[in-house]
DNA sequence: TAAGCTATTGCAATCGAATTGCAAATAGGC
DNA sequence: GCCTATTTGCAATTCGATTGCAATAGCTTA
């Protein structure tokens, strides 16, 4: 279990106590191919005798610290993913079918010149959300 | 009032019927700039002595019809705009500045070549959503 | 233009995700 | 091992979204 000890060694690197429950939520997250809401942690986590509020607040202060991000895909529902191991600020672009929900990561999307200058009028662009049916639903 | 009466005309050609309170929410999101919350909108009309609830079922039923269109840009909130006159389908991007929160109207975003096929691996696009702080938060 | 059918409304109630309060439990420094 | 600040667990609250149902009111038609 390096993971683990790994967590740990993060977590204690921040001055935050490597719980048992903080851990498991941040391993959690880091077995995920995609983005898992609070119900979904939770769901996997309550079973083993984590506290859904103690997996809410987990989630968050790991947002807080730079270990996981938390991002709304458009179904009213806040998303979490492990930060990507090195530069804990980039962020890719995601995909969410509006049909069946599924959520994909996307390694690279870039905008065309003009639309990068169109952007740049209005402001500093962090996060590019995709929209659309994926090719499972048609 | 002319503006009410082509409402109206609207409406009764989709089959539904023309009520003051579905011709007011319409004409409501017309006179905004931005996409409006439910709460934005119930706010406006609850004076009028227009029902919280009939206008959100309003806001619902004319994005079903067309008339409307609702989406949902990343604070937990759905936001309802009018359809562009003339194609009801199309939708533009929004860039939404997570400091303040303000939503701008975009009215055209280009991926380039190559992100438009990767994304075309996934699924088509109908929706494009940029994040990210906007120039009046630097 | 009055009657009748059905769509719509108003209000109360429900739902579920997000969030908070607080006392009990515990991680980690000493 | 002890002590204290952090974290947890559980109950309770908030708030937007959504529904049920009886009352109301568009609109069609006779």
Redesign the pocket.
Known sequence: MEMMAEA?AE??ELG???????LTTLLFLRSQARPA???EVSRALEPL??????V???L??LCEWGLAQKSELGD???RFEPSQSGSHRSKHPHFVCVDCGTVTCMDQIQLTRGSLETSRDIGKVTEILLRGHCNDCN
């Open positions: 740990r977590v204690r935050k106590r490597a719980t048992p429950a903080r809401s609070h119900a005798g984590f506290d859904k509020t103690t809410f607040r987990n968050n202060d009213h529902v806040w």
